[in-house]
C-alpha cells in the first residue's frame, strides 16, 4: 500500500515565477491538507481539500492556491513566490470519516532565489 | 488562538536509557493531542495521538501523558535506540487541521 507521494522531490525557483506541487494521498483517503515547514520550525498549515473544494485555510494569502482533482489527488500552486517561500511543502491526507491523525509524504523542498 | 510549543529545543539521552520529551499548549478546545517524529529529509511520521477525554495511553516503547490542568502534554520513550535520533513535534488537532508546535532534536549518545 504506497503512502502518500509528493512531486517533484526538489525545486529552484526564481523570485515572481510560480510554482506547482503535486501529491497523491494514500489510498483509501479522500481529504489532502498542506502544510509549510520553514528550516527549524514545526509545519505550518496552508488549505485543506475535499471534495475538490477547499474546506479551510490557514493565514496564508492568496498567492497560495490549491485543487483536487476526483481520484483525490491535489496540486499546490504558489504565484509570485517570494524568497520567504523556501520551504519543505508537505501534504498529509487523510479519511474524512475518522479524525485527521497526518499521514504525511516527504514532501517538496522548494528553493527561491 | 491555539498555539503548542516545546520546553526544550534539544534533548540529549543515553542509548538505553528513557527519554521523555514536554510539550505545553494554550488553552483550546483540542479534541486530541499528536506526537510526530521527523527524521532528516522525511516528512512527520505519526507515533501516537491521545483524546483530549485521556490522560494516558500507551504504544509500542512509548507512552503519553496529557494533563489539561497544567496545559501540559509529554511523550515518553522506554530504552531510547538510535533509531529514535530525529525532531519531535507535538501537535494538537482541531477543526480537522493539525497545529504544530516548533520541535525538540533528540540525541541519542552512545
Known amino acids: 500500500d504506497a503512502g502518500v507521494t509528493q512531486s517533484p522531490t526538489h525545486l529552484i525557483k526564481t523570485r515572481g515565477q510560480q510554482v506547482t506541487l503535486r501529491c497523491s494521498p494514500k489510498?483509501?483517503?479522500?481529504?489532502v491538507s498542506w502544510y509549510q515547514q520553514a528550516l527549524g520550525q514545526g509545519p505550518q498549515f496552508i488549505f485543506q481539500y475535499y471534495e475538490e473544494e477547499e474546506r479551510q485555510r490557514g493565514n496564508f494569502p492568496d498567492r497560495f492556491s490549491g485543487h483536487q482533482f476526483p481520484n483525490y489527488s491535489s496540486e499546490l500552486n504558489v504565484n509570485a513566490l517570494l524568497l520567504g517561500d523556501s520551504a519543505l511543502y508537505l501534504c498529509?491526507?487523510?479519511?474524512?470519516?475518522?479524525?485527521?491523525?497526518?499521514?504525511f509524504g516527504p514532501g517538496t523542498r522548494l528553493t527561491v532565489t | 488562538g491555539e498555539s503548542v510549543g516545546l520546553h526544550l529545543p534539544t534533548l540529549s539521552v543515553q542509548e538505553g536509557d528513557n527519554s521523555i520529551i514536554n510539550c505545553a499548549y494554550s488553552n483550546s478546545a483540542s479534541d486530541y493531542f499528536i506526537w510526530y517524529k521527523q527524521e532528516s529529509g522525511k516528512g512527520p511520521q505519526f507515533i501516537i495521538d491521545?483524546?483530549?477525554?485521556?490522560d494516558k495511553r500507551q504504544g509500542q516503547r512509548v507512552t503519553v501523558l496529557l494533563n489539561k490542568t497544567v496545559k501540559h502534554l509529554s511523550l515518553q520513550i522506554a530504552a531510547t535506540q538510535p533509531g529514535d535520533s530525529a525532531v519531535y513535534f507535538c501537535a494538537l488537532g482541531k477543526d480537522d487541521k493539525i497545529i504544530f508546535g516548533k520541535g525538540t532534536r533528540l540525541h541519542i549518545l552512545p
Open positions: 491521545i483524546r483530549s477525554n485521556m
Open positions: 498529509a491526507s487523510s479519511w474524512a470519516g475518522t479524525r485527521n491523525l497526518g499521514y
Open positions: 489510498s483509501g483517503h479522500d481529504t
